[in-house]
C-alpha cells in the first residue's frame, strides 16, 4: 500500500539550530516528491520538487534531498518566520492511473 | 493576478443538504484538484481534472461530484452532507499533473451538523 510517513510530529527549534525533516515514501512508480509549506489558516505554499534519487534542490534557507526510501528538508540556521507546517507529498502512478499522497506534515516552531 | 479563489470560506450544513463549493484559477492552468484536510490524515485527493470536460476520481471520491466546463473553474458539488464530511477543503490549481507546483486556495472550513 502507498504510503507518506513524515517525522518528526513537532519540532522546535532555537533561531539559528539547524536540523532536518524527514518523509518516507513506499509507493509504486514514483513520479515525484513534493514539499510544501503551510501557515495557519491558509493553503500550503509549493517549495520544492524532487524527480530522482540524488536529487537536491535549495531555496535560502531550505534545502530538499531525495533518496530511493526517503527526502530531508534540511533547515540551516532557521528564523521564526520559518515556523510552519511542512507537508511532505508524492505522486505515484500505477494501473489505477495517478495517485497524489500527503504526509501529515511537521509542525515546525522556531524560537527567537 | 489573484490565483486560485474559493468561495465561501466558511459553511455551516445540515446533514442532508446539498451545496457547491466554488473553485476559480485565474493562471490559466490545465490541470486542477479538490483536495479535504483532516486532523491527523494530512490533505487527501477528492477529484482533479485535467482540463476543460475531463475529470477523474482520486483517493476519496464517493459523496463528492465534480464538473470542468471552463478552464478557470472546478466547482465541487456535496450531494447530501454527511458530518463526515466536515472538513477544510483546498482547491489547486498547476501546470502539470495534479501535485506539481500546485497553487492552492486558502481553503473552505465545512461543518455539518
Known amino acids: 500500500e502507498d504510503q507518506v510517513t513524515q517525522s518528526p510530529e513537532a519540532l522546535r527549534l532555537q533561531e539559528g539550530e539547524s536540523s532536518s525533516l524527514n518523509c518516507s515514501y513506499t509507493?509504486?512508480?514514483?513520479?515525484?516528491l513534493f514539499w510544501y509549506r503551510q501557515d495557519p489558516g491558509k493553503g500550503p505554499e509549493f517549495l520544492f520538487t524532487?524527480?530522482?534519487a540524488g536529487e537536491e534542490k535549495e531555496k535560502e534557507r531550505l534545502k530538499a534531498t531525495l533518496t530511493k526510501k526517503e527526502s530531508f528538508l534540511h533547515i540551516t540556521a532557521p528564523k521564526p518566520e520559518d515556523s510552519a507546517t511542512y507537508l511532505c507529498a508524492v505522486r505515484s502512478y500505477s494501473n489505477t492511473g495517478n495517485q497524489f499522497y500527503f504526509g501529515t506534515g511537521t509542525s515546525l516552531t522556531v524560537i527567537p | 493576478n489573484a490565483g486560485v479563489t474559493q468561495t465561501p470560506k466558511f459553511q455551516v450544513l445540515k446533514t442532508g443538504q446539498s451545496m457547491t463549493l466554488q473553485c476559480a484559477q485565474d493562471m490559466n492552468h490545465e490541470y486542477m484538484s479538490w483536495y479535504r484536510q483532516d486532523p491527523g490524515m494530512g490533505l487527501r485527493l477528492i477529484h482533479y481534472?485535467?482540463?476543460?470536460?475531463?475529470?477523474d476520481q482520486g483517493e476519496v471520491p464517493n459523496g463528492y461530484n465534480v464538473s470542468r466546463s471552463t478552464t478557470e473553474d472546478f466547482p465541487l458539488r456535496l450531494l447530501s452532507a454527511a458530518p463526515s464530511q466536515t472538513s477544510v477543503y483546498f482547491c489547486?490549481?498547476?501546470?502539470?499533473?495534479?501535485?506539481?507546483?500546485?497553487?492552492f486556495g486558502q481553503g473552505t472550513r465545512l461543518t455539518v451538523v
Open positions: 489547486a490549481s498547476s501546470y502539470n499533473v495534479p501535485g506539481t507546483e500546485a497553487f
Open positions: 509507493v509504486s512508480g514514483l513520479r515525484g
Open positions: 481534472s485535467v482540463g476543460a470536460g475531463i475529470t
Open positions: 524532487l524527480y530522482s
